[in-house]
């Protein structure tokens, strides 16, 4: 019988198949290349394709492709065949080091920002050779950075790229104040969880707005939904286990280190979560997750919803991006340590996560921000959209005793003098995880718990890395100038905790008070929309600090705020337009007869007898003819609410309209609708409803 061991990474060009087909000279080269960042030698180039190309054609394939991330949020692909002419009319298969390195994948139809003019078609995608080479289908998948004809970064990996070299450079220099002259590297690794809704196949075609949207635009409340918690943790139905068990399969093929599985709050909710790696491989098998994971549900006639909230009135779908940073060597840089050497440096680097969430939370909330993300944060199993730190009572009274000088109340009472005192051992995981919290320390990583479902992790690790990594060089710069190192050490974490402690939040973030205390005490920012958020990117302190790392340009920055917006507001308005549709062409005629129908049913048996009163037809009657004029009402209003979009100055007035005005008209015409279903007869409503779409899937 095959075990995962056998077959585990089978379809992957990673290090056990390069030390078994490329020379030792080649190997060592390519692994300094990955590994320190060493610039990569053509010949070198030309081995490894030869080498990739034998055994990627010994495997099924016959095509390669440069595999990239654009700004769409998806990955994109452009195929080409191994296969050359021969002399003798036949090919020959080959691929070069120059094939590798670069392609020239057509740029005109990828989201630019204006990074590009509309005359300049071409972009370059360039071989990443820290990210493994993969088989998917009959193709050898090349992952690479995009790039535009002037050089600006086109993808989300670049920038990624960019952001885990700025976090290693400004945390070497840390180590080395410390003593670490080994270390020759510091990656930050994340472990994404990923949540996701399954429904059959069959429902998801009648339903035009999960086929448009990816959510359900109308929809009464189920009699049942969430409210019993017995889906959380519950027995896998047979078809949800035949799905992931296929699904684990085909993850493992590519080395994706997918772990856990189980049922979510939801009904039909579920949830993966991988081992987890380095920041940039972890990105691109999150995409090839769900990528996967959408193929695999349809051949088992189920859709995959990545949708952050697919369904009103119950739990929506997350990503939470549990974030560390490490060695080379294996240190967790979050690990508290046992000795004052370890002690002092791992509170200097939490201290540096602090100060980098509190000054750059306006950046990791853009990080998150999309339509379908608005919709979920601030919900019961959302985080709210103000960004706070939880750190425990055991750290927290850590801290605290630092910032006063007073001996920690802990298990030891110990002076904390950093670098002279023994910091008392921190046991990991002796407080709750605190799931109300955006931001949370879970014994040696930080869970950020804002992504949507649907969202790449690039996007906020990139600000991650980077707000730590500006927090980093701030303190390197003051260390390696200090006289006294110990004394400059603790009063520069004592500083840190004192000005960025507002940003600690323990408590429970659902409650009202908290976002009132947190908003009108601490001054934190409450950006509850994407229009309230995105702008806020080109503030010059976030421009600044950005550039100054090399991660973005300024060009680059100004295209991804254009690229964000306009990605909201062609989100909402395909939305608008799809309820337009639906309450016109599906909703309001089936309400209509079933009214009519009513009416001659009172009719008939008024005909029988007059003496019959036939209350409920007549006040059925009454009230489904007025929520269909409410209907066609609201689906006028929205509809002409969307026109008026056409005369928005610029991106940012049209982005406000949509929050302020069509937003609000969507939700009128979907409480019409709503009620319209909980007084129809099921047999007349034109679409599996909230109970059929959760609860379908046996």
């Excluded at 979050?334 to 602090?354: D, H, K, M, R, W």
């Excluded at 939040?505 to 920012?525: C, H, M, P, Q, V």
Aim: proline letters at 4%; hydrophobic letters at 40%; charged letters at 25%.
């Amino acid at each position: 019988m095959r075990t995962v061991s056998d077959y585990f990474g089978c379809k992957v060009f990673d290090d056990r198949v390069m030390k078994a087909t490329l020379s030792g000279k080649v190997y060592s080269s390519l692994k300094k290349t990955i590994d320190e960042g060493t610039e990569l030698d053509i010949s070198v180039a030309n081995a490894v394709a030869i080498a990739m190309k034998d055994w990627a054609v010994k495997n099924g394939a016959t095509h390669y492709t440069h595999w990239f991330q654009p700004l769409t949020g998806i990955t994109a692909e452009k195929h080409d065949s191994f296969i050359t002419p021969s002399p003798d009319g036949g090919v020959i298969m080959e691929f070069s080091g120059k094939e590798l390195i670069k392609g020239e994948p057509d740029a005109s139809s990828f989201p630019s920002g204006g990074l590009r003019a509309t005359f300049e078609a071409r972009g370059y995608t360039a071989w990443d050779p820290t990210s493994y080479a993969f088989i998917k289908g009959k193709t050898l998948c090349i992952p690479t950075a995009f790039c535009s004809y002037s050089g600006h970064a086109l993808d989300k990996k670049t920038p990624l790229l960019r952001s885990m070299e700025a976090l290693n450079k400004q945390a070497l220099r840390i180590l080395r104040l410390f003593g670490n002259d080994t270390a020759k590297c510091v990656r930050s690794s994340v472990g994404p969880e990923q949540e996701y809704f399954l429904i059959t196949k069959e429902m998801y075609d009648q339903r035009p707005d999960l086929r448009f949207t990816g959510r359900t635009l109308f929809g009464a409340k189920p009699p049942k939904g969430q409210e019993m918690d017995d889906h959380y943790f519950g027995v896998i139905k047979p078809r949800v286990a035949a799905f992931m068990e296929e699904l684990n399969e085909e993850l493992w093929k590519l080395g994706i280190l997918a772990k856990t599985e189980h049922n979510e709050v939801a009904p039909a909710q579920h949830e993966l979560a991988p081992i987890y790696t380095t920041t940039n491989i972890a990105t691109d098998h999150n995409q090839l997750t769900m990528e996967i994971m959408q193929k695999v549900a349809s051949k088992h006639g189920l859709v995959c919803l990545l949708h952050e909230k697919p369904f009103a009135g119950v739990n929506g779908s997350g990503k939470h991006n549990n974030w560390s940073i490490a060695t080379d060597q294996g240190q967790n840089l979050l690990s508290p340590g046992e000795t004052p050497y370890e002690n002092a440096q791992f509170l200097l680097f939490l201290c540096a996560v602090i100060k980098g969430v509190d000054d750059y939370q306006d950046l990791l909330r853009i990080s998150v921000a999309t339509a379908g993300n608005d919709h979920r944060l601030g919900a019961n199993e959302a985080p709210p959209a103000v960004v706070s730190i939880f750190l425990g009572d055991e750290l927290n009274a850590v801290l605290e005793a630092i910032e006063t000088d007073t001996p920690y109340k802990g298990t030891e009472k110990t002076q904390m003098k950093l670098g002279v005192d023994v910091l008392p051992k921190f046991n990991r995981d002796t407080t709750d995880r605190n799931r109300t919290s955006p931001f949370a320390f879970t014994g040696n990583k930080f869970e950020f718990r804002m992504l949507g479902s649907s969202n790449s992790i690039a996007c906020a690790n990139i600000m991650l890395n980077t707000a730590v990594a500006e927090s980093l060089k701030i303190y390197a710069d003051r260390l390696e100038g200090a006289k006294d190192f110990e004394t400059t050490l603790h009063e520069m974490i004592r500083k840190t905790i004192k000005d960025h402690k507002r940003i600690i939040f323990n408590g429970n973030g659902y409650d009202d008070s908290w976002i009132k205390e947190a908003t009108e005490k601490r001054g934190l920012l409450n950006l509850r929309t994407t229009p309230d958020a995105v702008p806020h990117i080109l503030d010059k302190k976030n421009v600044d600090m950005l550039t100054s790392h090399g991660v973005f340009s300024e060009a680059e920055i100004k295209s991804r705020y254009e690229i964000t917006l306009d990605n909201y507001c062609k989100t909402v308005i395909i939305e608008a337009n799809t309820m337009v549709d639906m309450a016109r062409t599906q909703i309001a005629p089936a309400v209509e007869k079933y009214t009519a129908d009513a009416a001659r049913s009172a009719a008939a048996k008024k005909a029988i007898d007059p003496s019959i009163v036939c209350g409920f037809e007549t006040g059925l009657v009454k009230r489904l003819s007025i929520l269909t004029d409410r209907i066609a009402a609201g689906a006028d209003a929205l509809d002409e609410a969307v026109v008026q979009l056409g005369n928005a100055d610029d991106i940012a007035a049209e982005s406000a309209m949509i929050r302020d005005t069509i937003l609000a008209k969507m939700s009128e015409l979907r409480v019409a609708c709503d009620e319209a279903e909980t007084l129809t007869a099921k047999s007349y409503w034109p679409f599996p409803t909230y109970a059929d779409l959760l609860f379908g899937v046996k």
